[in-house]
């Protein structure tokens, strides 16, 4: 980066270029002692879940979040190297969040699922990944320009020069409001904790919308921890609403998305909504709109 700065010769001004050093995530490792050449930028984004949804499992969830990391579909990470991984958050920020040392690899056996992603992970690569102390004054606080290749999510640092664009602090993200809140039942207990405090606080009415079947269900939160309660006990498969079942039948939590609202009518539904959730499948992002006969107004 140049810029430049006013000198005088003989009274008149003159710019004189000055060069000024940008910050890059190599000089970090080099400051610490580490080769570039022996470390792989890893940078964690998923469509298959919603924007943010990696970040709040590091942040709260890590063994989830590393079991996510370590199993690849492809032989990518090799064993003695390192691997800076990042996290790209709500805000579209790229976030270090830890060095790791591959330090074996093996395969997954059959029946293997993915915790965050609930896919088949049967026969992928299940890498053992150990956290490392270098840079770890880092974490969750220097984010880097990743560059316009975000489909090339492992990259090799010793050929590349991410700038570090800034390094400080970095916050969960704002709770959406009831207004807009909606999220995957599986997601509840890997929300940032300040959004579990909202939902522990208030008790009301939300529906649960299968995803795959379209099914819709209203229920009501009552007990102690309010939403948050409630719906915890879905995550594991435990009972809640439909006269003390669980979500709508055949279906698991995985499939199920929950929204707040309120609304005057207590019976299973089974309207479709026509929304788009980011796998493809039936969302509830809007799905109060298919509520007839009762009124949505919201929590």
Known sequence: MVTARR???????????VE???LTFNDLLVLAGIDPAQVRLVRHQDNRLWPGRLYEAWRNDRDAFEDYQSVQSKSRFPVGELLASFVVTEARKTVFVGLYRVTGVDTLPAGSVDFLVRHDTSGHFKYDLQLIDQLGDYRDR????????????????????KPVIEIAEQYEPRFPG???FVRPINDVPTLPNGWQQVLRSVKGVYLLVDVESGQHYVGSAKGADSLLGRWMSY???????????????GRGAGTTRCRCSRSSTRT???????????????????????LTGSSQMRV
Not at 235 to 249: E, H, I, K, L
């Open 7 to 17: 000198a005088c010769v003989d009274s008149k001004p003159l710019i004189v270029p």
């Open 142 to 161: 220097a984010v880097i320009e990743w560059g316009a290749a975000v489909r090339s999510w492992v990259q090799r640092a010793g050929n590349q020069t």
């Open 178 to 180: 009831f207004r807009e």
């Open 235 to 249: 995550t594991d498969g435990g009972t809640g609403v439909m006269s003390g079942s669980r979500p709508p039948q």
């Open 268 to 290: 299973p539904l089974t309207t479709r909504s026509s929304e788009s959730s980011p796998t493809g499948r039936t969302s509830c992002s809007h799905v109060s709109s298919a």
């Open 20 to 22: 000024v050093q940008v």
